[in-house]
């Protein structure tokens, strides 16, 4: 059973902006804080964000004042708003919510 459904990646320009979203089963949702990862081509997968259940948010120095994370309790989804994207945010980013990984969407910043 899918507990974690990511979905938003794709191709962008540096500079650019996307909004990665995930959808997960309301039993993650309620009781767990939430997070994004991402694993870099030949890097070890790292933190890139959270989110409490009170909405209160940290985030790896790498990304701060770039990425915003935030949740919608109603959708039971968390998404992950990126701006100013450079190549090297380039990588496949994971919501993690508990114990559960999503599948993973593909973000890459080319020209």
């Known amino acids: 059973q899918v507990q974690l459904v990511e979905s938003g990646g794709g191709l962008v320009q540096p500079g650019g902006s996307l909004r990665l979203s995930c959808a997960a089963s309301?039993?993650?949702?309620?009781?767990?804080?939430m997070g994004w990862y991402r694993q870099r081509p030949g890097k070890a997968r790292e933190w890139v964000a959270t989110i409490t259940t009170g909405a209160y948010s940290r985030y790896a120095d790498s990304v701060r004042g770039r990425f915003t994370i935030s949740r919608d309790n109603a959708k039971n989804t968390v998404s992950l708003q990126m701006t100013s994207l450079n190549p090297e945010d380039t990588a496949v980013y994971y919501c993690?919510?508990?114990?559960?990984w999503g599948q993973g969407t593909q973000v890459t910043v080319s020209a």
């Open positions: 993690l919510g508990g114990e559960f």
């Open positions: 309301r039993s993650i949702f309620s009781n767990n804080p």
